[in-house]
């Protein structure tokens, strides 16, 4: 009688590739996999019933993008609308992709995968997934793991267990969990929270709101700008085709967000000023008070900057449906919160827009050859790979610049990575420290005066350690990547194929 694990193995779906998620990432991966590596099968397992990741699970109103869809967008297909964009229109552009590529017959919606174990003597991955439709645990097993599942956990935002929540009589929601069946015309909606999210809500907010009040404990730069691009409406006015636009478009942007990043380091007062002053002009108040709620404690950058078209939270502060209020939550109350300070908030409708927890791999638990991994662990090479873990790639974008560029370069080195091992006749790639890696110090995935939200800094212990070279570490700089990394030498000596080193004449463990 055949074993339970050789039943299992028998009715095992295998693929060449299998990606993980049906967001941007794993649509674009998909993209380039099938058109650069047309002969590898590859199937996407998707938990939820539909494509689309963050832009499908967020239904808080006005959901937009926070930055440009012109490098949102991915680098194959035009984006044609306005540079920021609401969700839907996301999962328009996505849906068009997925349709005129014929990758939705490779989607498997509604499995959520329970568990990913790589074998060194078949090396293969074997994924086992819970099927939604009939709550059955179906098995896959595939030659490469590409994870695009994203980075924080979308079932379980992140509230912090303020004081008195069980006393209050309104509806408290985190805006993760928003549901667009609630109504909050005509009632007082507090918002806590300054970051990206709440300056997407509270506009949407105070257009029918009674009130809105945003509580947050400390400010957050705001870049003020009109929701259109001046080059791109002027190349489409002279009869410049759209792929042409949109690569001259993105080329133009990522150029500008260059040297604002730089300035940012350089010369951030000088910076934050300009800021203050697109903030004057588009509120049409020379005298905009600026402290003591929009006066942030870092640099421009050090978080993430959140875009405003037309200014759009200032004005609702200007035309009085909002107010400001900078201090610490103290408590809940029957009738809203009290801070720190003393002053009573009341509200009908209270909104967490406080973030989210960070989960790495989705959350999935992970084994090599039976051993657990750990991924604080593992050693990250250029935030794609992990030492000790054979034969897989993650996507993680950038928080500076768009997502998705990081999805297109990536998508360019899985596709030359698995062309290279089929040259090979390789089955197995791992990367591993070279000697002159040995005595690197390795610290935490990101440095806390480079990038430091909350969210990043709790879960700082869940992500891999980074060295101090640039190949051991997510530098989240774009403008260096797209230099460096279609040019990585996959036969340097940090590439282990087969259990050889590249380079190396004898068999060195990986």
């Not at 103290?330 to 927890?357: W, Y």
Request: with cysteine; aromatic share 12%; hydrophobic share 35%.
């Amino acid at each position: 009688m055949a074993t339970a694990a050789v039943q299992a193995q028998a009715a095992a779906t295998h693929v060449d590739v299998l990606i993980v998620g049906a967001g941007v990432s794993g649509i674009g991966s998909a993209y380039h996999l099938q058109d650069q590596c047309p002969g590898k099968s590859y199937v996407i397992l998707e938990r939820m019933d539909t494509f689309g990741g963050t832009w499908e699970t967020h239904k808080y109103p006005g959901v937009r993008s926070d930055s440009d869809l012109y490098t949102f967008g991915y680098r194959f297909k035009p984006w044609v609308g306005t540079p920021i964009a609401s969700a839907q229109a996301i999962l328009d552009y996505m849906n068009e992709v997925i349709q005129e590529n014929g990758i939705d017959r490779h989607i498997r919606y509604g499995h959520t995968i329970t568990k990913c174990s790589w074998d060194s003597k078949t090396n293969l991955w074997t994924v086992l997934a819970r099927r939604k439709s009939d709550g059955e645990t179906v098995t896959f097993t595939c030659n490469f793991l590409w994870m695009c599942q994203g980075y924080y956990d979308h079932e379980k935002p992140y509230t912090p267990e303020w004081p008195g929540m069980d006393k209050y009589k309104g509806l408290l929601v985190h805006a993760q969990l928003w549901d667009p069946k609630i109504d909050y015309k005509g009632k007082r909606v507090l918002v806590i929270g300054s970051g990206a999210t709440a300056a997407t809500v509270i506009p949407e907010f105070a257009k029918d709101a009674a009130h809105v009040t945003m509580l947050q404990r400390s400010p957050t730069y705001f870049y003020c700008a009109e929701n259109k691009n001046e080059l791109a409406d002027r190349l489409r006015e002279i009869g410049i085709d759209e792929p042409t636009i949109h690569r001259v478009v993105r080329a133009q942007i990522m150029y500008d967000q260059d040297q604002m990043t730089k300035r940012c380091i350089e010369e951030p007062d000088t910076v934050f000023e300009e800021l203050k002053e697109l903030i004057r002009a588009f509120t049409g108040k020379p005298d905009f008070q600026f402290e003591p709620h929009f006066t942030p404690k870092y640099r421009p950058w050090q978080q993430r900057l959140a875009f405003c078209p037309e200014g759009d939270i200032f004005r609702a502060a200007v035309e009085g449906k909002l107010s400001v209020v900078t201090d610490t939550l103290e408590t809940f109350t029957e009738k809203g919160v009290r801070t720190a300070s003393g002053e009573e908030i009341e509200a009908d409708i209270i909104v967490a827009a406080t973030g989210f927890n960070l989960l790495m791999m989705g959350g999935i638990p992970f084994d090599v050859d039976g051993k657990p991994v750990d991924w604080h662990e593992t050693v990250n090479y250029r935030g794609m790979m992990f030492t000790g873990v054979p034969n897989m790639v993650w996507v993680m974008g950038y928080f500076r610049a768009s997502w998705t560029l990081r999805v297109d370069m990536l998508g360019d080195f899985v596709c030359n990575l698995l062309k290279h091992m089929d040259e090979r006749g390789a089955k197995r790639v791992d990367v591993a420290l070279r000697d002159e890696d040995k005595d690197m110090p390795l610290s935490d995935w990101i440095e806390n005066d480079n990038f430091n939200p909350s969210y990043l800094m709790r879960g700082l212990k869940l992500m891999p350690k980074r060295g101090d070279k640039p190949e051991w570490r997510h530098n989240q700089d774009y403008w260096a990547e797209r230099e460096q990394i279609p040019h990585i030498d996959l036969e340097g000596s940090e590439f282990v194929y087969d259990g050889v080193r590249a380079g190396a004449k004898v068999a060195e463990p990986a």
